[in-house]
């Protein structure tokens, strides 16, 4: 009666204790949170009540378990997992407790720079997120370590395992090259201030925003909701566009063709017009020119401003539809047009009598689009 009672007290008593420690501590922040509505550090402490009970779990079924003399043929071997579980979920533990800390940091600073300094607030932003990369990458790798020294066997090994280290650092190092590169690729990007999360940038002939840096990749999200990963390399050995770099306020171009014939002093007051009108322009600044000619049309640009990529896109998109629209309607005759009329023979040739401006009355014939003069 007594062995059959002995487990189920221990375990039994294990559960309970867990239960009862991590309802309570969660209940605390959970107050805590309540009242402390300006940081986020208890609420996002919550979230690791998980890996909390699992420690609390694993360290009181560690610790009563030798006291109990449960199985004594398997001691070894259930306390050596049991070790196991309690490092693991410490590990998972440290690293949520580490992400609280710092996301709540993160959440003070932006909230106190947000509206004057987005573009700093990003850059930290990227560097939080790599600097949590790297420090549970560290965590893991110190977690997995001490589970490999908790066996007899590791243990032995070590002293030749250290004196090969140097040449397996090398070989490591050549073969992981592109890898390390990488690496420290990110960690250029992140102090370097060459692209932050949410910078607009165009790559490859791709506009998009950057979505997510690690310490390898980087991803773009572009316009139509397409991820582009590539590694964060690219990013210092090419050039690239991006538009979030210094101040975000931004100059557009709309280009159109037009007829020779097209009113473009009526059309710079319509752009002024348009703008004014357009939610989206911030007013800095506008232009309209002829920047050039062809035999059959004109290329006529405007030039729009403003705050940022976003805003200059929906600028560029609503005049360039909205002043072909006014030129169908009011000047039709200012669109390109394609002239289909005959070709016409120097008088000496044809013998017909030619009219004041040299071209033969006889000749005079429109098809398509041609206008005939009045």
Excluded at 63 to 68: F, H, L, N, T
Excluded at 111 to 120: I, T
Excluded at 147 to 154: D, E, G, K, S, V
Excluded at 338 to 347: G, K, Q, R, W
């Amino acid at each position: 009666m007594e062995n059959l009672l002995r487990p189920l007290i221990v375990v039994g008593g294990s559960v309970v204790l867990t239960l009862v420690i991590g309802w309570a501590t969660d209940f605390l922040l959970r107050k805590a949170d309540e009242r402390h509505h300006e940081t986020p550090l208890w609420g996002l402490l919550r979230r690791g009540r998980i890996p909390y009970q699992l420690v609390l779990f694993a360290a009181l079924l560690r610790g009563s378990y030798d006291e109990a003399q449960l199985l004594d043929s398997r001691d070894e071997g259930i306390g050596r997992a049991l070790t196991l579980v309690l490092i693991g979920s410490a590990a998972w533990l440290v690293i949520r407790m580490a992400a609280a800390i710092v996301e709540t940091s993160y959440t003070r600073y932006a909230n106190a720079r947000a509206h004057r300094d987005p573009a700093r607030v990003r850059r930290v932003r990227t560097q939080v997120t790599l600097i949590m990369r790297v420090v549970s990458a560290i965590v893991g790798v110190v977690a997995a370590a001490s589970m490999l020294l908790t066996f007899p066997a590791f243990r032995a090994a070590g002293a030749s395992l250290l004196a090969s280290a140097g040449i397996l650092g090398i070989v490591a190092g050549v073969a992981a090259q592109s890898t390390l590169s990488n690496m420290f690729a990110g960690f250029q990007i992140a102090f370097g201030d060459m692209v932050r999360i949410g910078d607009t940038v165009v790559v490859d002939g791709e506009w998009g925003t950057v979505e997510e840096i690690t310490l390898t990749f980087l991803t773009v999200r572009t316009w139509d909701e397409r991820r582009i990963t590539m590694p964060v390399s690219y990013f210092t050995s090419k050039p690239f566009e991006n538009w979030s770099r210094g101040t975000p306020q931004m100059t557009g171009t709309v280009f159109w063709h037009v007829d020779h014939t097209a009113p473009v002093d009526a059309m710079r007051e319509k752009l002024r017009d348009l703008l004014r009108e357009c939610p989206a322009w911030d007013g800095r600044a506008y232009d309209l020119s002829v920047t050039d000619t062809t035999p059959n049309t004109m290329q006529v640009r405007a030039l729009v401003t403003a705050k940022d990529a976003d805003d200059i896109w929906t600028v560029r998109v609503a005049v360039r539809e909205q002043m072909v629209r006014w030129l169908a309607d009011e000047h039709p005759y200012a669109l390109p047009r394609v002239n289909t009329a005959d070709a016409i023979l120097p008088p000496s040739q044809n013998g017909h009598r030619p009219s004041q401006d040299g071209v033969p009355h006889q000749q005079r014939r429109f098809h398509g689009s041609a206008r005939p003069e009045r």
